[in-house]
C-alpha cells in the first residue's frame, strides 16, 4: 500500500504540473496579438541585439523601467532554446505562472520542511495554482510587464524568512551581501521593486526593531542591505547613457513628492477612496474572492490564534517563519493598496504586488491544510477536486498544434508579404508597428519606428544603431486616421505629405488593412535625419533682441521675440530660413548696446544682411551699422555666449546649448529724434546640428 501511495503521489505531481504548463500556454495562446506588440518585444529585441548579437549596451535608450536583471535572467533560457522569437515569447509568458508555484513551493518547503517533497505537497501547489492565478487578471500571462519583479521579491521574502528561522551570523551576512548585489541589481532594472517591497520591508524592520531591542542588529542589518540596495540600484541606473527617470513617470519626482506629501488629508482621502475599489475587485470573481478572504483571515489567526491554528496546520515546522511571513504579507498588500491609490491612474500593472500576494498566501496556506490532513485519502480527495476543477476550467478551449514561426498578427503578416514580393529590406513604420515587423520577419526585415508628425527616428527603448539614412518603404498606418487623441495622431500617424516631399512620389503603393505602404527604389527613401525621443511640437526656434544703455542690464523688458517654425528641408534636418524685423524703442542720443540670441536651441546658424536701421518720421531710413556677413558681423561682436564659428564650415555659427546670445559692439545715435524709429533686420538661417555633433532627445 504504501508503494501504490506514493506511485499515486507521484503521479499526481506530475499530472498537477504538466496541468499547470498545459493551462497556461493554452490561455497565452489566446493573448498571442498582444504578446507579439512592440512593448512585449522590447526585452526579446535587447536580447537578440546585445546578448545574442552584435550590439552594445550604450546604444540602446531604455524605458523607465529597464528590465534588464527582473526579466533576462528568467527570459534568457527560453531565448537560447526557441530558434524563433514568437516560441521564446509564448513559453516565457506561460512558464510565469510556473516560476510563480516554483516560489509557493519554495515557501512552503520554508514551513514545513522534508514534507514539502511528497507527491501530495506538490500537486496541491500546482493544482492551486492552476485553479486562482488565472482568475486574479492577465498580468501573470503578460511577460515583460513587471510580473518578473513580482517574483524577484518573491525571492526576496523567501531570502527573508530563510534567515528568520535559523538564524546564524553567517547566514545573515550571506543575505545582506547577496541583497545588496541582486537587490541593487534588480532595482536598477525596475525602481518599481523599492515601491513594492522594499520600503514596506524596511518599515516592517524598523518598527520591529523598536518593540524587539534585543533583535536590533540582525533586522538593522538586512533593512541597511535593503537601503544599500537602493542606493547601488540608482547608481547603476544613472551609469545608462540613454534612459527616462522612473521616478517621473510614477509621480514621485521631488516637486510631485513634496507637493503631494504637503496635504497629509488630501492623501489620506485618497486612500480611502481607493480601498473600497480594491476590495470590490478581488471579489471579481469567486474563486478570487475566496483565495482573498483565506488570505486574510487566515494570516491574522496565524499571527493572533497560534494555539487554536496548530490544530489543523500540524506539518509547520518553522512557526516563526509561518507567522512573520503572515506579517510581512499583510503589510506589504496594504502598503501597496495605500501607495499606488495614490497614483492618478492606478493602472493594472503597478497593482500586480497587491493582486498576487495574497494568492500566493493562500496557495501556501491551503497547501500545508492539505498535507497536515491525517487522511491521506482525503487529501488526495481534495487535491484531486482542485485538479479537475482546474482542467475543467481549460477544456473550454481546444486543444491545438501550434507552429509558433507562422504566429504573427494579420497586418504584420500581410506587409511582410510585401515587403518579401518586392525584395524590400529596410523601411520605416510607426512604434507599434516597427518592432514586430523587424523581429517576425523570416528575411532579414529591418524596419525602424519614426516619429509621426516630424519624420524623425523614434530613439524609445531601441537602439540606435538600427537607424540608417536610406530605406525601400515607408508604413503609414491609417487606423490612427480617427484617433481623437492630437498625441496619438502626432505620433502614430505618419506625415505621408511629408514623405512625398522629401522623396517624391512612391513608384507603387500597397495596402494592408489600413496600413499604406509607399515603396520606393532600393535605399533611396530617406525621412529626418536627427533622432528624437520625446519632441516639443511644433518644432520651433526663437530669435530675440535686446536693448539697452550703456550702463544698463539687458532685461526682458527691453526686448522683442519672435517664434520660428522650423520645416523639414531637403537636408532632411529641421529649419529656419527667414528675413527678421525687431522693433526697439529707445531714447534719442544714447550709446546703445544690442544683444542677439539667434535660436533657442543647439544648432548651426548664419545671420547675414544685419541692418542697424533709424527711420524718421517722413518714413525715410538711415543705416547707422550694418553687415552683410558673418564674417563681417563677428568683427563686431563685443561678447557672446554659446556661439561658436563651426569647424566645417565659417560661415556658420555652432550653437551648443540652449542660451546662445550675442553682444554686439556699442552704436551712438546721435542722429536719434523724439518720434524716431529703430529696427534691428536681418536673414536669419537656423538648422539642425547631426547627432553625431549634438544629441538632444528630449527637444
Known sequence: MRVIGKVLSLILATSAVIGLWWISVITVLQEQEKLLSADMLYIPDFVQDVLLGSGRLSDWFFAPSPELFTEIPFYLPFALFWSSIQGAVFSYAASQAIYTAVLCWILLWLFVGKRAYTGVSIASVAGLATASLFVVDQAVLIPFYHYATFLDGLILIAGVLFVRGRYSQSALWTLVVLIVITG???????????????????????????????????????????????????????????KVDPRVMSRTSDETLLDRLSDPLELLTQIMDYVPEFITLQFSSPIRGTMFVIFVVGSLLVLTRKAWVQRYLGAVQEWTRLQYFSLIALVIVLFNVGLFSLHDQQPARYMITANYLSMVYSI????????SVRAKALSFLLVSSLLITAVARAGITDVVRVDHDEIKPAVVDCILDVAESHQLTRGVAQYWQARPLTLLSNKGLKVVPIHGVTLKPYFWASSRRQFSGQYDFAVVDHSVDD???????????????????????????????????????????RVAEKMTTVPRLPITVSSQIYWAEEDDAFTEKNS?????????????????????????????????????????RPGYV????????????????TVVMSAVSSKELATMIKRSNDVLVAHKASHLWRVDQFDPWIELTSIKLDQVLSGNAVSVRYHLMWREMPDTESLTLLR
Open 184 to 242: 541593487g541589481l534588480v532595482i536598477s532594472s525596475g525602481f518599481i521593486f523599492v515601491a513594492w517591497f522594499v520600503l514596506p520591508l524596511i518599515g516592517l524592520l524598523f518598527l520591529e526593531g523598536l518593540c524587539r531591542p534585543r533583535e536590533w542588529y540582525r533586522l538593522m542589518s538586512v533593512g541597511f542591505a535593503l537601503v544599500a540596495a537602493t542606493v547601488l540600484g540608482r547608481y547603476l541606473w544613472g551609469r545608462l547613457e540613454f
Open 483 to 525: 484617433a481623437t487623441s492630437w498625441t496619438t495622431k502626432a505620433w502614430y500617424l505618419i506625415d505621408r505629405s511629408k514623405i512625398i516631399r522629401l522623396n517624391g512620389k512612391p513608384v507603387e503603393i500597397e495596402w494592408c488593412d489600413q496600413s499604406e505602404i509607399l515603396i520606393y527604389p532600393s535605399a533611396t527613401m
Open 606 to 621: 548664419v545671420i547675414t544682411d544685419l541692418e542697424v536701421v533709424l527711420r524718421d518720421l517722413q518714413g525715410q531710413e
Open 364 to 371: 501556501v496556506l491551503i497547501s500545508i491544510v492539505l498535507i
Open 560 to 600: 522683442n521675440k519672435t517664434i520660428y517654425e522650423a520645416e523639414l528641408g531637403e537636408s532632411g534636418f529641421y529649419q529656419v530660413d527667414v528675413d527678421a524685423t525687431h522693433d526697439i524703442s529707445i531714447n534719442g542720443g544714447l550709446p546703445l548696446r544690442l544683444r542677439l540670441d539667434p535660436g533657442d
